[in-house]
């Protein structure tokens, strides 16, 4: 009996273990294959010469739910001291393009190697209000396994947060009418089960946050983002040229 107890529980544990990595593959897959629809390719090469950066945005598959990690910076840095970002940075004229940059910045920031990312497509750049940066939003997957080593003269803190959590209302905030910002400025409170600690995410952050989670898992936010999620590149084509316009 106690045998036959064995085989049993080891055999739901196969199950459940297969069922598991299919629904994890299945979740992977379904978000490659739409995201790589709005990889941007060539249709900002004529773009004029701007001071560049790039950011990773990191996607896993976790209990059965799109990830993504985010980073704490320094409070030591000159620029954004304690906000939440994602990984990323300015150009380095040795990176051969905005992947590089990307790849290069989450090794330095976090220890991710570079060959440990599934670079899924790059998305339509925007310009930074704080710093005049373009910058290019990087997607790829990781590993769920991958721990972050943080670098302490970057970055203070590396959290994982569930991609739905950027399409709810709950814990999202809009702002209008500040200084420097065209339409409304998107901030979510989000505390880590991990650390109990709660990060504020707002600004260019919270927009990219929300429009990979919507591409990825086909789904309109529950708030009003002021743009259509089937074709997200006519908005930032106009506000791209909008806020070059002000340069």
């Not at 945005?57 to 990690?69: C, K, N, Q």
Request: with cysteine; hydrophobic share 45%.
């Amino acid at each position: 009996m106690f045998v036959v107890l064995q085989k049993s529980v080891r055999h739901f544990v196969r199950s459940r273990n297969v069922l598991m990595y299919g629904t994890t593959m299945l979740l992977k897959e379904e978000a490659v294959a739409t995201l790589k629809r709005f990889d941007i390719g060539e249709k900002f090469s004529y773009l004029p010469a701007l001071p560049k950066a790039s950011v990773l945005i990191p996607l896993f598959v976790r209990a059965g739910r799109l990830h993504t990690l985010l980073t704490l910076r320094s409070q030591e840095l000159r620029t954004s001291a304690g906000e939440v970002c994602f990984p990323g940075g300015k150009k380095d004229p040795s990176d051969q393009d905005d992947v590089e940059t990307a790849l290069r910045e989450a090794q330095e920031e976090i220890g991710l190697p570079p060959d440990h990312v599934e670079v899924v497509c790059t998305l339509f750049p925007v310009i930074s209000k704080q710093r005049g940066l373009l910058v290019s939003p990087v997607v790829g997957f990781i590993e769920e396994t991958f721990n972050p080593t943080p670098n302490p003269s970057e970055v203070s803190a590396v959290f994982a947060v569930p991609l739905d959590f950027f399409i709810r209302e709950k814990d999202h905030y809009a702002t209008s009418g500040v200084a420097g910002v065209i339409g409304t400025l998107h901030s979510f409170y989000f505390r880590d089960p991990a650390s109990g600690t709660q990060y504020h995410i707002w600004g260019l952050t919270a927009m990219l946050a929300t429009l990979v989670a919507a591409l990825a898992l086909k789904k309109k936010p529950e708030f009003d983002v002021g743009f259509d999620f089937v074709d997200p590149l006519t908005f930032f084509k106009k506000l791209l040229h909008k806020k070059l316009s002000k340069l």
